[in-house]
C-alpha cells in the first residue's frame, strides 16, 4: 500500500489500541470485483475495483472480550472501490485508496 493509505490505517489502528479495542473482520465471503475504472495520470497507472461481499464485522473491548459494536452472527453485505496505483510499466501495484460506497 502507499505510505500515505498505511498512514491513513496506521492513525486508525493506533486509536483501537489507546481504547483497548480490536475491530473484527471474521468470514469474509468475496461475491465479485469487477474493474470499474483505468486511468494514466502523471506518469502513473491507476484500476479502480468494486468489491461485493459479506462478512462479520464487529468492535470488541479487549479487556471484557464483550461485542460493543457490530454483530458476531448477522453478517452485513459491503460494497467497496479499492484503487491501486504504480509508476507506468511493469512494476509493483500499490493499493492507494478505499472508499466505500
Do not use: C
Not at 474493474?35 to 479487556?63: C, H, I, M, R
Request: no cysteine.
Amino acid at each position: 500500500m502507499t505510505s500515505e493509505l498505511f498512514s491513513t490505517l496506521k492513525t486508525d489502528v493506533d486509536e483501537l489500541r489507546r481504547e483497548k479495542k480490536v475491530n473484527r473482520l471474521d468470514n469474509i465471503a468475496v461475491r465479485s470485483v469487477d474493474p470499474v475504472e483505468v486511468w494514466q495520470e502523471t506518469g502513473s497507472d491507476y484500476v479502480t475495483v468494486k468489491f461485493l461481499a459479506n462478512l462479520l464485522d464487529y468492535k470488541v473491548d479487549e479487556v471484557t472480550g464483550q461485542v460493543i459494536s457490530g454483530s458476531k452472527i448477522d453478517p452485513i453485505k459491503f460494497e467497496e472501490y479499492w484503487t491501486f496505483t504504480r509508476p507506468v510499466g511493469n512494476h509493483p501495484w500499490k493499493l492507494s485508496a478505499i472508499q466505500q460506497s
